[in-house]
């Protein structure tokens, strides 16, 4: 059984900066892909960025901005999020699968989602 429980998330002002962790429980932490997608009210789940190896990719929409990390002696993703603009605004979510993907559907394990808001 894998679990992924997020924190770091809160209001903001626009321009500041959050990191969001995901402590994920389970075997084989190190062999996942993880990823960070966010879903903002009336819109469909997001992808943001994955990592895998040490190999990040991410979205157009937050390249530069945001930055995916692990650490694999603490089984966690981070998501550090810097100049952080309104429509950054959503519940993020972790996510753990086999392979990188920019499809939530190409992930098994689902973390319960974090709020981030920033204000303009």
């Known amino acids: 059984q894998v679990q992924l429980v997020e924190s770091g998330g809160g209001l903001v002002q626009a321009g500041g900066s959050l990191r969001l962790s995901c402590a994920v429980s389970g075997r084989a932490f190190s062999n996942y892909a993880m990823a960070w997608f966010r879903q903002a009210p009336g819109k469909d789940r997001e992808f943001i960025g994955y990592?895998?190896?040490?190999?990040?990719g991410y979205a157009d929409t937050v390249k530069g901005r945001f930055t995916i990390s692990r650490d694999n002696a603490k089984n966690t993703v981070y998501l550090q999020m810097n100049s952080l603009k309104p429509e950054d605004t959503a519940v993020y979510y972790c996510?753990?699968?086999?392979?990188?993907?920019?499809?939530?559907?190409?992930?098994?394990?689902w973390g319960q989602g974090t709020q981030v808001t920033v204000s303009s």
């Open positions: 990592i895998r190896w040490g190999v990040p």
């Open positions: 996510a753990a699968g086999d392979s990188p993907s920019y499809s939530p559907e190409r992930y098994t394990y």
